[in-house]
């Protein structure tokens, strides 16, 4: 299907990792000003999403990632549409990365909240090797294609399988991700913790919304490992919400804990509100694994250093938010699904 030999991939990919690496003037000037149009996308979250991308794009990962699929089995390309979301900078960067991978053709409705980073990346890409500049369009509204790849929002996927549902898909829902606390961490285990928490103001599938934690665990050791994060809250759209959610507590008599920029509550759900984290005991890891694999269908990914056995992806402290090439979302192998269209 791919016009480009496995070989010329990894050149060319490899060739976009060291500038997203090592961001010129322009890719500076983007990085810095894009709080302008989306007030999430700070200078600091955008730097990181960017450079995240850059080291994810090495020659030896992106060998291992492409190498066991057969990208020439089929010699039509095919038009595959991309719905991307826009909650963390060029969160979709992935999908149309392996679309372009396979030799398909990437019709990408980029989200409102993030359709400039992804534009300039791919001009990027095509400057590397021109051949791309006609491997994708930005489209406003997906019109005649072979797949579709859509992400978004629980209530959005019933629309996108209502409108898409006739076609070879993936249509991708809420997500959240949790961590699991042995007692045993160290204190900088905690403080990478507070990166799977914190980074892009928790706005990602791949960012810890609830911990599970020992009954008894000394919930101070926590907040003392997590301090140095405390700036976070000079952030005003994230103030606000950590704002809003205590006024709420407090005006409920609600049980919480607050440290003056994070709420924790005890809370049996996974999904916390902004600027909240919830939390549940747990008497041993067995009822953690049971707790896990009955949940996997919502869990993107699970922190922590215990050797777990569940269906869920499951990182070392500080990593939900550093995927590797072939970390899929859902689990889903999208290079699997647009080689075999």
């Not at 480009?4 to 690496?21: D, R």
């Not at 006024?247 to 607050?258: A, P, T």
């Not at 590797?324 to 647009?338: E, P, R």
Request: proline share 4%; glycine share 6%; aromatic share 12%.
């Amino acid at each position: 299907m791919s016009k480009f030999t496995t070989k010329e991939l990894i050149n060319t990919f490899s060739k976009l990792g060291e500038q997203l690496s090592n961001p010129d003037i322009e890719l500076t000037e983007l990085i810095t000003n894009e709080h302008i149009y989306n007030a999430w996308f700070t200078p600091e979250s955008v730097e990181n999403a960017v450079k995240s991308i850059g080291k994810m794009l090495n020659e030896p990962d992106l060998t291992t990632w492409l190498n066991p699929y057969d990208l020439h089995k089929n010699t039509s390309p095919k038009k595959i549409g991309l719905i991307l979301a826009g909650n963390i900078p060029l969160v979709g960067f992935h999908d149309v990365l392996s679309v372009l991978a396979t030799g398909n053709h990437a019709l990408i409705k980029a989200s409102v909240q993030d359709a400039r980073l992804i534009k300039h990346v791919l001009e990027k890409l095509s400057v590397i090797d021109s051949r791309f500049k006609n491997q994708y369009s930005f489209v406003e509204r997906l019109i005649d294609f072979d797949a579709v790849i859509a992400t978004g929002s629980n209530n959005s996927s019933r629309y996108f399988e209502y409108y898409f549902g006739k076609v070879p898909n993936i249509i991708r829902k809420n997500r959240n991700s949790l961590a699991v606390i042995t007692g045993n961490e160290t204190e900088e285990q905690l403080y990478n913790l507070g990166h799977d928490i914190f980074d892009y103001y928790g706005l990602g599938c791949r960012n810890v919304s609830k911990i599970l934690i020992p009954r008894g665990y000394p919930i101070a050791t926590f907040f003392e490992a997590i301090e140095p994060y405390q700036p976070i809250i000079h952030h005003n759209k994230y103030n606000n919400n950590y704002g809003y959610n205590k006024s709420i507590y407090l005006v409920g008599s609600e049980q919480h804990l607050d440290n003056g920029f994070l709420l924790l509550r005890e809370d049996e759900n996974f999904v916390s509100p902004l600027a909240v984290l919830f939390y549940s005991y747990y008497d041993d890891l067995q009822s953690v694994e049971k707790l896990i694999n009955a949940e996997a269908e919502n869990i993107q990914c699970v922190v922590s250093s215990a050797l777990l056995n569940v269906k869920s992806q499951v990182v070392n402290f500080g990593q939900s938010q550093q995927p590797q090439l072939w970390d899929y979302a859902d689990g889903i192998d999208t290079m699997d699904f647009l080689a075999n269209l």
